[in-house]
């Protein structure tokens, strides 16, 4: 089993920026093998991928956010982060810290992002 914990979402001018973190806890076995993500959801809208990030460190974006936003990741303190530049008001959004292996995943309980223009 894995938990992730979400923190770092809040009211930011357009412009601006945030850094998501997202802590994992549990099996450390299962957390290090595991790639993890980033997903957001807007009102009104499906659920979409941000960023993710596997388990060698190889990083993938959306490209809405290419250029704008960074992840990372510390295996020694099994944290993933986001790091959102120049935000959008079309970036807000409630967003979801993911982790999967195989056919195992695991979503945090999201943290709200609101860009005002």
């Known amino acids: 089993q894995v938990q992730l914990v979400e923190s770092g979402g809040g009211l930011v001018q357009a412009g601006g920026s945030l850094r998501l973190s997202c802590a994992a806890s549990g099996n450390p076995f299962l957390i290090n093998i595991m790639d993890m993500g980033w997903y957001r959801q807007a009102p009104g809208k499906q659920r979409e991928l941000v960023a993710a990030i596997s388990r060698t460190g190889r990083s993938d974006f959306a490209d809405a956010v290419k250029g704008r936003f960074t992840i990372s990741r510390d295996k020694e303190k099994n944290t993933v982060s986001l790091q959102m530049n120049n935000l959008l008001p079309e970036d807000t959004a409630v967003y979801y810290c993911?982790?999967?292996?195989?056919?195992?995943?695991?979503w945090g309980q999201g943290t709200q992002v609101t860009v005002s223009s």
């Open positions: 993911h982790s999967n292996r195989g056919n195992q995943y695991y």
